[in-house]
């Protein structure tokens, strides 16, 4: 049986103070969230607008739940009510949804451009130079987002010195983005696998699921 809250605990004591720690909780039920939420966790990482709707529903109210999957544009509206942070804003088009969805709810959304530096053409995000071209022209004439900085995924492998490189690249953007818009100061990258070499090279959000709750259930 996993322990959430020795788990909960073992992070954090890895973990500088100023870096947050999101639980990764997508596909695992309210009882195991409720582990975390009892040793004092608060901020929730969902990837799928419904399942993430349904847990807000019936969870705390003071359980801060980010987005952290690919977004589609037809899923903004469900997504919207429920969360304080996405992670994963990859396109003008899916900026362009957030801002008027957020317009109706008379709220301003909080989001990161999520940048694209892996070897995997698989993986969603802007180029770097996209994204500070999209911070310089576009980001201005949405009045109802607030670009909180950048989210971005190493490579997935066993080479540490790509991941390192892909980090450091990650962090770089953030730091020009932060030229452009000064209060984008959020770098979200580093998972179970990798969360220590992304906190070297900078990150102050990591994403944690299987460190926290164990193998996922599907």
Known sequence: MTDIAANIRHILSTLPQEVTLVAVSKFHPAEAIMEAYDAGQ?????SRAAELATKAASLPDDIQWHFIGHLQTNKVRQVLPHVSLIHSVDSERLLRAIDAEAAKLGITAKVLLQVHVAAEETKYGFMPDELLLCAKQVIPTLPNVEVAGVMGMATNTDCAARVEQDFAAIHACAKELQNIIPNAKIISMGMSHDYPI??????????????IFGAREY
């Open 198 to 211: 992304a906190v070297a090279n900078g990150a102050t959000m990591v994403r944690i699921g299987t460190d």
């Open 42 to 46: 608060r901020v929730f990482g969902e």
